[in-house]
Structure formats: structure tokens, C-alpha cells
């Protein structure tokens, strides 16, 4: 085997790296405040599932969804995290897990309360990566500890009082 043949990475390892290239494309959108750039790592069809439970469709839902918590509630807000784990599922499907955490505006670190765990689903299509599933869950463990358990049951609570109402 010739040394050049020992100097290039894997297969694995190149996609390794774009899969996790995906995620710090999103954090990166995010600290500029771009509803369409936080989109594009994923593909047309890509479902994200926010820490609340909504499910939006494809990039034409995410996007203005993004843009709009940009321009509001997150608006010089930043997203900071990495990721944990990389396992492929096939040559051509990832499983990636993260966690992150959101640094509020004027704030010098990221606020305990909105910190995540986040799965996320990439495949490989006509030789690039994309995302097609995110599923994002605030972190609230329930039973290890009093305040962990006391803010998992005031949220509860909050959601069932001011939440959707069912139809």
C-alpha cells in the first residue's frame, strides 16, 4: 500500500465530518439571525420538531418560522452546543445526537433553562449531505432532583393553563 493511499480519509470519516458540518451550519445561521440560512442544511422535505412539540414541514416552514424568533423573542440571541455522537445507520443515513444551549441577548453565557438534547437524522443525496429530521427537547429530567422535578411540574401545569386548547 502506498503512503498516499494512508493519507486519505476514509469514506466515513469525510462524511463524518460533513454530517457534523450540518449542525455548525445551523448555529452558525442562528448567530446571524437568518431564517433561510438555518433552513439550508436541511432538505426540502426535512421535518424539525421544536422543544415545544411543533412540527413543521420542509424548509419552507422552518424558514420564516426561524426568521420570525429572529426578528422577535431570539432576535441577537445565540446558539452554542456540538455534538455528541455520530453513528451511521447505512453509508448513507446518520444518526447525530447534540446538545445546545441558547446565550439570551446582553447575556454572557447560555441560560440553564433553555438548554437541549437534540437528535437529528442526515442522509446523502446525490453525494451531499442534508438533514431530514430534527427533533429537539429541552432538557427538564423529572425524579433526580427537587427543582428538576419542581420545574418540569410548574411547566406542566403552565401548559395545561395557558397551552392550545383542544378543539
Not at 502506498?2 to 486519505?8: E, F, R, V, Y
Not at 444551549?101 to 437528535?119: H, L, Y
Request: with cysteine; glycine share 8%; net charge positive.
Amino acid at each position: 500500500m502506498n503512503s498516499q493511499a494512508l493519507q486519505q480519509p476514509s469514506p466515513i470519516a469525510s462524511d463524518e465530518t460533513a454530517v457534523r458540518a450540518l449542525y455548525q451550519q445551523m448555529m452558525a445561521a442562528w448567530n446571524i439571525g437568518s431564517g433561510e440560512a438555518f433552513a439550508a442544511p436541511f432538505g426540502e422535505d426535512g421535518d424539525l420538531i421544536a422543544f415545544d412539540g411543533t412540527h413543521f414541514k420542509g424548509r419552507r416552514e422552518i424558514a420564516p418560522f426561524h426568521q420570525q424568533l429572529f426578528d422577535t423573542y431570539l432576535k441577537e440571541t445565540r446558539l452554542v452546543g456540538q455534538v455528541t455522537s455520530v453513528r451511521f445507520l447505512s453509508p448513507d443515513v446518520a444518526l447525530i445526537h447534540a446538545v445546545g444551549g441558547t446565550v439570551m441577548r446582553g447575556k454572557p453565557a447560555p441560560s440553564p433553562e433553555r438548554d437541549s438534547i437534540q437528535t437529528l437524522v442526515a442522509t446523502k443525496r446525490a453525494g451531499e449531505w442534508c438533514l431530514v429530521a430534527f427533533q429537539n427537547t429541552r432538557i427538564r429530567p423529572i425524579g433526580r432532583n427537587v427543582t428538576g422535578t419542581l420545574l418540569w411540574l410548574l411547566s406542566d401545569w403552565l401548559w395545561r393553563v395557558c397551552g392550545p386548547k383542544k378543539k
